[in-house]
């Protein structure tokens, strides 16, 4: 006689995976869409970035036809910055005591090459000269007057305004003799973009060439 070997308790045992099948199913789903998600934004280009230089307007870089012989010949040497400011990045003010510093948003060159360019700039227009020479640009006669240029600070703030204070020396290069100073220029920008306050530093930078300038016209008539 054949017996019957007695069936699982419970009416039978449930498939592998079958406990829970939904719920396990709708977890792997969350979780595959934050993988998603996470893959999307690691792989999300980040913004352009954009470049600026600090430009004299053609009108205050204006320049007489000269020759060699029709004035003096100034020489802007290699500018000191302050660390904070001396990377291509364009660094900013912000509330309190923070900084911002804008990856997307940098100079077009060194900093210390366009300030000094820009105060030879400044001081041809005003001195009525085109024999001014920034660092590292080399002067075609021997100078008759070197500049000195330290920066104590370049802050600005978007939209509110920049500040620029320098320490500068002008030397007469025959007999040694100095002027030195501290002079500071202030800036409001026309608004909150980089475009504009790369403009207001060239405006307050424009108050510090005019004190350097006096400075090279009293040691040119003694």
Known sequence: M???????RGGGAKPVGARGGPRRRTLALVVAA???AQLAAGCASPPPERFYRLAVA???????????????VVT????TLPALVDRPQIVTLAAGSRVEISEAHRWAEPLRFALGRVVAEQLAATLGTPLVYAYPQLAVADAAFRVTLNVQRFDATRGVAVDDELLWTVRRVADGQLRSGRSSGRAVPADASYDALAEAHV??????????????GELATR
């Open 203 to 216: 405006e307050a930078l424009a108050a510090v060439s005019g004190d350097i300038a006096r400075a090279i």
């Open 2 to 8: 054949t017996m019957k070997q007695p069936g699982p």
């Open 76 to 79: 802007v040497g290699a500018v």
């Open 58 to 72: 053609p009108s205050a870089a204006a320049q007489p036809a000269a020759s060699a012989g029709d004035g003096p």
């Open 34 to 36: 934050l993988a998603l």
